[in-house]
């Protein structure tokens, strides 16, 4: 069974870093892509990046790219979201999610579990 538990959240100034984690307490990590979404107050969700089973490629959304990345440790279960030079704008819950598909990996469509979410909140 897939548990997914997100840390790491918090609040930064802009420009600061922070580093998500998000663990997997099951067996069968490294079977699946993972992504990272994140929900603003009054906004959908969207998407913010994903990283294939084997960590072979990597994807991100416009607003993140060349700021943030997510990389992964099969053997610690683990996937990870390091965000450098945070912007007012990354203020939202972050939510890792877990996906058995190899395709459309930027669409919640394709996963299939969920994490909790962790806030994080980055000040002017």
Do not use: H
């Amino acid at each position: 069974q897939v548990q997914l538990v997100e840390s790491g959240g918090g609040l930064v100034q802009a420009g600061g870093s922070l580093r998500l984690s998000c663990a997997d307490s099951g067996r069968t990590f490294r079977s699946y892509a993972m992504g990272w979404f994140r929900q603003a107050p009054g906004k959908e969700r969207e998407f913010v990046a994903a990283i294939t089973a084997r960590g072979g490629s990597t994807y991100y959304a416009d607003p993140v790219k060349g700021r943030f990345t997510i990389s992964r440790n099969n053997a610690k279960n683990t996937v990870y979201l390091q965000m450098n030079s945070l912007k007012p704008e990354d203020t939202a819950v972050y939510y890792c999610a877990a996906s058995y598909r190899a395709a459309q990996l930027l669409s919640q469509r394709a996963y299939d579990y969920w994490g909790q979410g962790t806030q994080v909140t980055v000040s002017s």
